[in-house]
């Protein structure tokens, strides 16, 4: 059965995103509406091959009659806008921050608790993760259900797309500038991010961890295994698209690195890119536009008993927002919609 389907933020990376990932999967759509602030309305975006959508207003907008409609326009355009979206009935899946730790919103990747779905209907909202929480579920969940994780050691190094538009322009133009002497003050960023990182992705707290740390130990509790710990620096690095993650783990079970391997090869959602002595590594450049999760320099921790090193690469866009969204979807007309 054909739904109707309403994009906010329908402008933005992600929004974009969603649009074009509707159409590559073939999403069985009767309508759709592309929606954003009052500075967007009257734009055009394009939806397959056919005429563009034209942006409507979301101050404007009327909910009535849509089935499954995107949020993927911050916290504050969700806490405005999706009580308005649950009340006129429409199911909302949301990309900001907001509902994701409420625990009457299931906070899903298909791949790992698809299951959690059933829960959708307390608040007619499912929560999309962060993004890199969202890739590292994916590679973590079969390796905890072969072994048992009990600790998580991650490094991010996540590129400018995952803060918007304008954190790419400013990426962008300070690398131009830096070519002609003249260097372009940061407004996104808190220091340069051309040919620089920096080890800060959100607000720091009372203990010094980040907005990020903070979100992905959360959110992997939700998602995955409240018994696991899991620590973790985020860095953002002068890359476009393409969030990077270099992972160890610590197990309760003995599990060694060939297994690891065939264990990733053969799960959803997962491309094991690791050949003995070859450097096929996969890296931000390798991932764009895929729907995969990459996961390669798989090796044994020698410094603990059961421990495993590993690369974690996907496309944020995709996986870390808008595939993972759509996936959510599916799984809902699949079943749990009429």
Known sequence: MRKKIAIIGATGNVGREI??????????????????????????????????????????????GQDIVFFA?????????????????????????????DKNVPLVVPEVNSGDLKGYAAKNIIANPNCSAAQLAVALKPLHDAAVIKRVMVATYQSVSGAGNAAMDELFQQTKSIFVSEMTPGKVFPKQIAFNVIPKIGDFDESGNSGEENKIANEIAKILDSKIKLTATCVRVPVFIGHCEAVNVEFENPISAPEAKEILKTSPGIIVSDSEGIEDFITPVDCVGDYATFVSRIR???????????????????????LNAVQIAEILINKHLN
């Open 300 to 322: 044994q921790d020698k410094t603990v008993k059961n421990g495993l090193n590993f690369w974690v690469v996907s496309d944020n866009l995709r996986k870390g927002a808008a």
């Open 73 to 101: 326009a911050g916290s504050e355009v969700s806490k405005t806008y999706i009580p308005k979206a649950t009340a006129a009935g429409a199911v909302v899946i949301d990309n900001s921050s907001l509902f994701r730790m």
């Open 19 to 64: 649009l074009n990932i509707l159409v590559e999967r073939q999403f069985p759509v009767e309508e759709v509406q592309a929606v954003a602030s009052n500075k967007s309305a009257g734009e055009e975006v394009k939806f397959g091959s056919g005429d563009p959508l034209k942006v409507q207003a979301l101050e404007d907008f009327d909910f009535t």
